[in-house]
């Protein structure tokens, strides 16, 4: 059998079962944001290897499709067992990789192993129809449709980053539940844990070619692999340019689309403001906010902004910052690049008239939590995702002036209305332009069987465990005529 990584750290990818070197002899380090340190080497896979990664995956489509789905079910199970058995040593792997704290590492990876369950229970439940013709004017009893769902083939799954072995799951799960076949690409940075995610999978008897990982530069396999008529569904969660750019990629091969947020919270004065403090602190800054649905700006009045801001200065100078094998929740951004943008994103506010709060201190790729207030529409950080630990607070003049700036943003993700009026909620919920609304809680993804969806330059369809099974498959009708 062969070997999941060696003594160099050099991983392989999952093809028709075994785990393979690329033979193009190339690899491509995976280097810490933490401490610069190796995490490991990832393969860069050839054009000709995502050929016969995508062959493999169709020679054994049949087969798939045919096993009963109560023994699909009980792979995800086992699997989910085996990611649990692997979470401290998948948890240091997530540590390392992209500077998630700890804590947080250990909660990615059981709460994909409650996905994973979740997923076989859902796929269990899932029923086909039977549909009377006599239902429709002019129709009749003799003629009956049965409906069932059928997988729709091969399906690239592209996951990011910042959540490598949960976003991979979740495009992953699911399409096994309907019968697909599933090729990952992980994002490079993050690689190595979706790895170790895929080899719990395999390992808890995952028929041979079911699942298999291309690796590489998206430079240069990505627009290869998207386009490849082999490809029946792309799944992709990342940046809004990125996902663009599949979207004018692909021909007729359906899509879902988990792209960038601006997502805003709404303050009104009747908010319990220490609630509303709490909820947004975390929501903007825990994994440095390198999260699509993190709390990218507050949208409130004057009155509440000047009772507001010293409590979220307060606890916002208390979170932990540095190294995230102890436990701090503001750590070293992903790459230089991400640092840079965030800290032009802070000068661009600052140069324009915004009020530093707290915050705007940088060492390498880590940048302390900031506060920006007095932001307004002409400044970049009032528009633009940061990715990063930065807060800009935009005071409106009342309810309908923040609604009218939140819709304006290309996003549309999340927001969050913190109030005590149910009117003042559904008023500003049922006109804000998202997939999401969340009242008195922060912005976030979940629970995980709930729809989860952007619009606007925010995403292409709806995830959340059910409605991914039925993005991933078909309806196919079987119309018996019965004589007379």
Known sequence: MSIFFDERKVY???????????????????????????????????????????????????????????EKANILYKAAALLEERADEISDVLVMEIAKDKKSAVSEIKRTSDFLRFTADTGKSM?????????????????ISFVRKVPLGTVLAISPFNYPVNLSASKIGPALMGGNSVIL???????????????????????KGILNTVTGRGSEIGDYIVEHEGINFVNFTGSTEVGKHISDLVCMTPLMLELGGKDAAIVLADADMEFAADNIVDGAFAFSGQRCTAVKRILTTDEVADRLIPMLRERIEKLKVGDPRVNAVIVPLIDGKSADYAQYLIEDAISKGAKLITGNRRAGNLIDPTLLDCVTVD?????????????????????????????????????????????????IADRLEVGTVQINNKTERGPDHFPFLGIKASGMGTQGIRYSIDAMTRPKAITINLKS
């Open 379 to 427: 400044m970049e950080i009032a528009w633009k995702e940061p990715f990063a630990p930065l807060l800009p607070v935009l005071r409106v003049r009342d309810i309908d002036q923040a609604i009218e700036v939140a819709n304006k943003s290309e996003y549309g993700l999340q927001s969050s209305v913190f109030t005590n009026s149910i009117n003042h909620a559904f008023y």
């Open 127 to 143: 029923e086909g129809l039977a549909i009377g013709g006599e239902n429709f004017p002019g129709g009749s009893r003799n003629k």
């Open 185 to 207: 690409k992980p994002a490079t940075q993050g690689a190595v844990s979706a790895l170790h995610l895929v080899k719990a999978i395999n390992d808890a008897g995952l028929p």
């Open 12 to 70: 392989r990818n999952l093809v028709n079962g075994e785990w393979v070197l690329s033979g193009s002899g190339r690899t491509i380090d995976i280097i810490s944001p933490v401490d610069g340190s190796l995490v490991g080497s990832v393969q860069a896979v050839t054009w000709q290897e995502v050929d016969r990664t995508i062959e493999v995956s169709k020679s054994n489509l049949s087969e798939w499709a045919e096993i009963p789905i109560y």
